[in-house]
Every structure is written in C-alpha cells, then in structure tokens.
C-alpha cells in the first residue's frame, strides 16, 4: 500500500467529448486509489454534479451545446507520486512496499474494470501470483448489480466491490488448496435395449394415475372450487399448463418409443473446491466503471506481502513491530485526500502515522435513507460497520469455494430422418468467508466525510478508522482501569463510610529569640 505523505486530491480533466448527446469524461485522479470513468450528462444541473472534475475543456469544434461551467477547483497536491518515486522504502527496519503510484489512477471512458487492472499489471510489470519482489497479486472483478438511476447505487457500488476483493481472495485460496474431481461419461444405444428402455419411459409417463397422484388431484380441484367461489381463478390457468406439459411429455416418450432408432449421451463433470485459512489482503488499487443507467463493473487489483502479513500478526499479538520514522498523522492525510478521493477508496490500507508506527487504515461507507440528521448519523454508524469489517477480514478469514461445470448432451436419431439435439449443460459456483469473534481494542475514527455520488446524486457517508497496537496496548490498561473499580457489579459503594474528624491543629512551640551570653537578672519585690 501507499506509504508517500502530503499528498492531496486532485481531478484534472482531460477529455471531454460530445458523443449522442452526452458529455464523456475521464479524469486523473491523484492519490485515490482508484480508476474511475464516468458519463456526465450534458445538462447543466447534472453536470455541476460532477464534483471530479478540476478544470474542464472547451466543448469539442461543432458542438450545439457549450462546456458548462467549470465547479471550483481542488488543491494541488503538496507531493505528487512519480515513477520516479522509490517502489520501497525502509521503515524501523521493516520494508515497505507500493510507494511509487499507490493511489494514482488514470480513468478510461471505454474500458472494462477487469481489462483496466490487466493493462494496468502490465504497465508495473507484475503479473498475477508470485512476483520476484515477493508480492502476490490476484485480480477480482464484479458486476454492479444496479446501475447509477437506482436508488440503491452507492449500496451496490459497496457489494460490487466486496464481490471483487471475494473474487480475487478465492483466486489466492484456490493457489492454496485446490482439490480437483472429475468425471466423464459417453453411452450410446440402438436395438433392443434402446426400446426396452425407451418402452418403459413412455409407460411411466402415460401410466394411469395412482392412488396418491388421484388424491392430490382430488385436493387440488377442491382447492380451485373454493378459490373460484371466492372470486381467484389462477388455479385452473395453473393446472392447464400442467396438463399441457404432461401430454407434451407423453408425445415425446410416445415418439421416442415408435420411431427412436438410436441416442448419444456424453457427460463431463468437474469440481473445484478450496477452503484455506487468508489473511493479509489489501486492495492496492481499484478500477471502477459506471455509466448512466449501465450497471458497470468494479475490479481490484489485491496483494499479500511479507510486511502486510507482518502487520497482521503484530495486531494479533504474535509479534512485535519496530518504530519508525514519524509520518503524518492519519486523521490529517485523510482529510488532506478528500471526500472526492475517499469515495473511490475501499478497503484496509498500512501507513505509517506520526509516531512512527506502521498502523491499519480502514475505510467504510454508508448510505442514509433520508435526509435527517438521524438518518445521517445511521449511515455514519454504518460507514464505521463497514470498515471494522474490513479490518476483521484482514486479520484472518476462512475461505470456502467450490465451482462445478457439468457440459452434457443427448442426441437422438429417429427412423425418418430427424434428430433432436438436447443441452444439459449447468454451471454452479459458491463462495463464503467466515471470520469467529476477535478482540480488537484500540480501533479510532480519526475521519469522517459526506459527499454526493456526481452519477448518482445521492449522499455517501464515509468514515476512516485506524487500528494500531500501541492504541490497543492503551485501550487494555484503561479496560483493566475500569474493570478493577467494579462499578457495573454494583454493591454498598460509599454508603459504609463515614466522616472523620481532623484533629484539631497542634500551637507551635513559642521560642525565645536568641541573644548573646550577658544579662541582668529579675528585679526582686519590694523590700
């Protein structure tokens, strides 16, 4: 993950180009993590809603429509990541990787999610599993299940990116514990014992209804008499069609048997399953692509490295991490990114903060169902849900997947000529995670934000939290701290003491002042 400091958002505009009567945008994006690409309407109103652009072009030569109004611009970053910047750098003693474009991105108008992380693995020279520099990269990729017009688009952009990061873990679990199970089959029949068999099929289908098959029709017509007197009449619709498919079924096994000279059956099965222990996974950088009304794709490029497992292990209190240079504090960095770059930004993220320490940053998202100050404070509790969650997987989760493929068919050929060709083909995959109860003391939002989707003009509420072992350490001496002064047990508390009196104040000894060894003595009485 990125490690460079200082660096703010920025969005320039780079392209802007009339296509049926839509202005098509792309935008750099500079420390997000994230490619975004994106269709501006060509409205005034709906374009002022795309809050990602910095400066915007002139309408292209022979537009009917001019360019809107630029929105004000964002600060220039304070550092800007380069090529040139180092790719690793030594923190404390523990060396941390990804500095050189971690949060940079260069949006595409036209390209899928999953073929921008490709050329984008190409452009770093990486490629998918183990890398000499010791990375492991896998690449995810989901479908939004809504598009930018539903109400429930920022929640879809979150499932759609939880799907990509699934997508990419199972690829990791499956280069850890594949089992494979195969199985393939091919029959083929003709004389007797293709007509025996197809005999029998056509007197199982046209058979006269046993007594179960009467009872339940029996059931079934007293129901329908009920409902029609009622005013319902689907069911005699319903039991038409069953009808209709039952003699249809009958036709087939009448034909089959009459006219069947032979058949090819041909089956080939394959199951992929792996259920392995990941942990340590981040998003390095994601590529998201929306348009209007489309319902686009979200694709992560995720990594493991020895320091991000290092991490992990520290949090889980197995081993200890050096300190480090100071950096900047993570409250501050994120406010510094924005709410236009944290809105593209999922996932956990390693830094190092102020005190030298390299800590977890997690990002959650929220979207609120209104507009009230309560609603809103619903979605900033949901934000923080989500990025605890976040937190958790990359602690350690307990992959599970398993994918079967079955490609079969049946071809029959019958004794005037005609063949009939039949699929059975299916494809069934599952994936599931699971993480038990962890303790995690210590977690702090340290930022939240708001901002409008410039698609979907809806509200998304973001938080930020960081989770450190130094905080964690802190967080169990002011538990123990609680826990010794037993206040939720209850109990006489103060009522058995009483006041004690103070002693009254002791008067000081007088002391004579001294003076020097001559004097006179008492004058006697009166003589």
């Known amino acids: 993950m990125s490690f460079f400091e200082g660096v703010t958002g920025e969005i320039k505009k780079t392209a802007a180009t009339k296509i049926a009567g839509a202005v098509v945008g792309t935008a750099t994006l500079v420390a997000t993590g994230a490619t975004v690409s994106y269709f501006a309407k060509s409205s005034p109103t709906t ?16 537009s009917q429509n001019p360019a809107p109004a630029p929105p004000p611009k964002l600060p220039a970053p304070a550092v800007a990541a380069s090529a040139t910047t180092p790719q690793s750098a030594v923190v404390g003693g523990v060396t941390v990787e990804y500095q050189a474009d971690y949060g940079s991105a260069t949006a595409s108008d036209s390209k899928d999610a999953s073929d921008q992380a490709q050329e984008f ?3 770093k020279g990486w490629v998918e599993g183990k ?46 514990a594949l089992e494979i199970s195969a199985s393939m089959s091919s029959t083929y029949r003709e004389g007797d014992v293709l007509k025996q068999l197809t ?23 007293f129901i329908d008499e009920e409902l029609k007197s009622r005013g319902v009449n689907f069911g005699e ?26 058949s090819s059956e041909f089956k080939s099965a394959v199951n992929v399953a792996a259920m392995t222990d990941v942990s340590a996974v981040q998003a390095y950088r994601t590529f998201e692509y929306i348009a209007p009304g489309a319902k686009g794709s979200i694709g992560v490029v995720a990594i493991y490295s020895e320091k991000s497992g290092q991490l992990q292990q520290a949090l889980l209190g197995l081993v ?49 169902i209104g507009n009230s100050e309560r609603q809103l404070d619903a979605a900033e509790q949901k934000a923080g849900i989500d990025a605890q969650r976040a937190a958790r997987f990359f602690l350690g989760e307990l992959v599970a997947s398993e994918q079967q493929q079955v490609e079969a068919s049946t071809l029959k050929d019958f004794s005037d000529n005609s063949s ?5 083909s299916s494809y069934e995959e599952l994936m599931k995670a699971t993480a038990d109860k962890l303790s995690l003391p210590g977690g702090n939002r340290v930022y939240r934000w708001n901002l409008r989707h410039p698609l979907s003009d809806k509200t998304t509420v973001g938080a930020v939290y960081v989770f450190s072992v130094s905080e964690a350490l802190n967080a169990n ?18 009522s058995t003491k009483r006041p004690v009196d103070p002693a009254p104040p002791s008067k000081p000894e007088q002391k004579r002042p001294l003076t020097g060894g001559s004097g006179t003595g008492t004058e006697g009485d009166e003589p």
């Open 420 to 424: 009939t060709y039949q699929s059975q």
């Open 47 to 62: 374009t002022e809603n795309v809050a990602l652009t910095a400066s915007q072009d002139p309408a292209p030569a022979g």
């Open 121 to 123: 693995l190409a452009s």
């Open 320 to 368: 200890d991490l050096p300190a480090g240079a100071p950096k900047e504090a993570i409250g501050k960095w994120a406010a510094a990114q924005g709410a236009s770059t944290l809105l593209y930004t999922f996932g956990v993220q390693p830094r190092v903060d102020e005190k030298g320490e390299l800590v977890l940053v997690a990002f959650g998202q929220g979207s609120p």
């Open 237 to 262: 619709e319903q039991s038409a069609q069953a009808e209709a498919e039952r003699k249809r079924a009958a036709d087939l096994a009448r034909k089959d048997a009459e006219q069947l000279i032979s």
């Open 477 to 494: 001496k002011l538990r123990d701290q609680f826990k010794a002064a037993g206040g939720a047990a209850g109990g006489k508390g103060i």
């Open 199 to 221: 005999q029998s099929r056509a007197q199982q289908t046209s058979a006269p209804r046993g007594l179960t098959q009467k009872v339940a029709l029996l059931a079934n017509s």
């Open 131 to 176: 890398n000499p520099n010791g990375m492991f990269v896998v690449i995810g990729k989901a479908s939004l299940p809504c598009g930018s017009d539903s109400g429930k688009f920022d929640e879809c952009r979150r499932q759609a990116f939880s799907q990509a990061m699934f997508s990419a873990k199972r690829s990791l679990a499956n280069y850890l």
